[in-house]
């Protein structure tokens, strides 16, 4: 594995970082207005940081889903929120140019690539998120299209043009007999509900409403009855871009908290002399740099077209803990100023949380890896 940038990732890197520096001081602002300015989300679009690993035919820029893991690291330096946009860009917008038809894509995938609108998914229902085999939504057909009822709940779902969710279509074991459809949301029954989440607040995360609402047959994504399992693959991309995510509001937290524990005089003398202080600040330094390489060697086995599930799942897992724990630390470590909230560790803290829980919890995680390593007759 080659650990070196070059120089076309290097120019994206340092484009990500520019752009989160550039939103990093109205982060808190946007907690408050509780929404990603649609400007902005088109800026990014514009600098090729929504997606980048998509073909160039659909808006996309060709590259490596490596380089989007470094564009994503960047941007949630400066807000977290904000690289949600990338993460599930990326994400659904794998899952729309795989699996619809060509006009489908053709009309949905450069709206994400450039900013202008947000596709989201809708996996998780409101009985439940990790069963994801088994949703009680459902899909009817109704000539010559489907018919949807039920509820799902979904990061932008105040905001999004449209989404991609799951629905039973037939009666089937976990995981069979279920449909993935592209919907757009401004469809007749559709009711939209925002969630009243402690953290993420500009992500827009709510709950979606479908009473017998229509869609054309065009808008059915991949094969009928198939697509918990074509489109759980892309799972593995959006875990171990996630891992990347989380990291990066981590590192900018330490990187504020060597700064500070070197400039804050206790005793006499710069906190950072002593033990109690600094010790803590390089395990989490060498920590963060661990969970860093595995969620690079991950996109790296993606780029090589390995298998990478396992890996995705230790992304999953391991780095919003690891990140969750590291922002505490650093927390403590700004003693009163830490806890203060015109500072932004403490919603860091809050909006990282919500990620050891969305996309697939530690539970599920290392279920998945037990699997992989005993496979299912001797694992959980």
């Known amino acids: 594995m080659d650990f070196s940038v070059d120089t076309e990732q290097q120019r994206y890197i340092d484009e990500a970082r520019a752009f989160g520096e550039q939103i990093a001081p109205d982060y808190q602002q946007r907690e408050i207005d509780k929404i990603i300015d649609p400007a902005l989300r088109k800026e990014m679009g514009s ?4 997606a980048p690993e998509l073909p160039k035919e659909l808006g996309g820029q060709g590259e490596r889903a490596l380089t989007s893991g470094m564009i994503i690291e960047e941007i949630s330096r400066g807000d977290i929120n904000v690289s949600y946009v990338q993460v599930v860009g990326s994400l659904v917008g794998q899952v729309v140019a795989r699996n619809a038809q060509k006009s489908l894509a053709e009309k949905w995938v450069p709206k994400i690539t450039s900013g202008e609108d947000i596709v989201a998914i809708g996996l998780s229902e409101p009985t439940g998120g990790s069963d994801a085999g ?11 299209g489907w018919v949807l009822n039920g509820t799902k709940s979904m990061s932008f779902a105040i905001h999004a043009g449209a989404t991609v969710i799951f629905a039973r279509t037939e009666e089937g074991r ?8 592209l919907v757009e949301l401004d469809r007749d029954g559709i009711t939209r509900t925002a969630a009243n989440d402690m953290g993420t607040l500009s992500v827009g995360r709510g709950f979606v409403d479908f009473d017998n609402v229509w869609i054309p047959e065009e808008n059915l994504l991949g094969k009928e009855g198939e697509a918990f399992t074509q489109v759980m693959q892309g799972f593995d991309f959006s875990r171990a871009l996630i891992g990347l995510q989380v990291i990066g509001a981590a590192q900018v937290t330490l990187d504020e908290t060597w700064e500070y524990t070197s400039q804050r005089q206790a005793f006499d003398q710069p906190i950072s002399k002593f033990q109690g202080v600094s010790f803590p600040l390089a395990e989490a330094d060498t920590h963060l740099t661990a969970a860093r390489v595995l969620c690079h060697k991950t996109l790296w086995l993606k780029d090589a077209g390995q298998p990478h599930t396992k890996e995705a799942a230790m992304c999953k897992w391991w780095a919003p803990k690891l990140s969750y724990d590291v922002i505490n630390q650093c927390l403590l470590s700004h003693g009163q100023f830490g806890y203060l909230k015109d500072r932004p560790i403490e919603q860091r803290l809050r909006d990282v949380l919500g990620l050891q829980i969305g996309d697939g919890t530690a539970q599920i995680m290392k279920l998945i890896i037990s699997r992989q390593n005993l496979g299912r007759e001797f694992a959980p």
């Open 47 to 50: 600098r090729g940081l929504i």
């Open 134 to 144: 088994n949703p009680d939504m459902t899909a009817r057909r109704d000539k010559d």
């Open 174 to 181: 976990r995981g069979r007999g279920i449909s993935a459809f």
